[in-house]
């Protein structure tokens, strides 16, 4: 009788160590689950780093708040990803309407700081329009060449590299944004507010037109004509042999560096 036991009682063991793993597994997998915010399946699993693809397209405007960074590619197709550290995804949500993405970081936005990275990729044949708020980081993986007008609007702290070849160029900045310019353009628009930070020395542009007030600083490539109209204590520099047309109050400086 108790040899007939002990292989019963053997196989009772494995049976119970089996149940258990799979029971341990799934539990691993239920951990491991994030889930999309907008554009997906919403119980579509996403497993280790980065990789979260949305379904948006037709857009050529951009809204970026908070405090994420944005990356920027010119291409003939478009594609926004979520690349980071995983579960990120959870406090970002993309939404678009008509003709413009919009990026937002949820309420709870502060508890994913110790999660690590967290980037927005996005594609797209042509941005027309930019609106930065908060203190998101934008770059430019390439330079945007295309026949369309670009309007860049930011407000906070956020930063903004900008790489392009375009007719036109309007910049209103206010806050203490930072904003890198390079390529060039036939016009440059620029209207600053605040104590923010413009370096526009490796954007080649014929025309410049500049309204500046606040403590702001601006440091420009002008080939043709520059009008200024600056007050406060900022001071915009300018490189080339433009013609200058200005007005100045305050402590504001308007001033030529080689």
């Known amino acids: 009788m108790k040899r007939l036991y002990t292989p019963i009682l053997a196989l009772g063991c494995a049976a119970l160590l089996a149940s258990s793993l799979v029971a341990c597994r799934d539990v691993v997998v239920e951990e491991n689950k994030a889930y999309r915010s907008a554009g997906s399946n919403e119980d579509e699993e996403v497993s280790g780093t980065s990789g979260n693809v949305y379904d948006f397209s ?13 990356v920027l590619t010119q291409d003939s197709v478009f594609k926004v990803t979520i690349v980071g ?3 990120v ?3 970002m949500e993309i939404t678009q309407t008509g003709n413009r993405l919009v990026v937002d970081e949820k309420s709870d936005w502060l508890d994913r700081l110790d999660r690590g990275k967290c980037e927005v990729h996005i594609s797209l044949p042509v941005l027309t329009a930019y609106h930065l708020s ?17 309007t860049l609007d930011m407000s906070g702290a956020g930063s903004f590299d900008l790489k392009v070849e375009v007719p036109e160029i ?7 944004s930072n904003v890198k310019l390079q390529g060039k353009t036939g016009t440059l628009n620029i209207d600053m507010s605040g104590a923010g930070n413009i370096e526009g020395d490796q954007l080649e542009a014929n025309v410049a037109n ?5 403590a702001g600083s601006l440091l420009l490539w002008v080939n043709e004509h520059l009008k200024v109209d600056a007050s406060g ?8 042999n433009p013609t ?15």
Do not use: C, H, L, P
């Open 233 to 240: 204590v900022g001071a915009v520099r300018y490189r080339g």
């Open 85 to 87: 550290d995983k579960g």
């Open 170 to 176: 309007n910049i209103d900045a206010s806050g203490a």
């Open 210 to 214: 500049v309204e500046s007030s606040g």
């Open 134 to 150: 908060g203190a998101n980081s934008t770059v430019m993986t390439n330079t945007f060449k295309q026949s369309e007008t670009i």
């Open 58 to 70: 037709n857009f050529s405007e951009i809204e970026a708040n908070g405090a994420s960074k944005v």
């Open 244 to 258: 200058v047309i200005k007005e100045v109050s305050g402590m504001a400086v308007v001033k030529k560096v080689e």
């Open 89 to 91: 995804e959870r406090f």
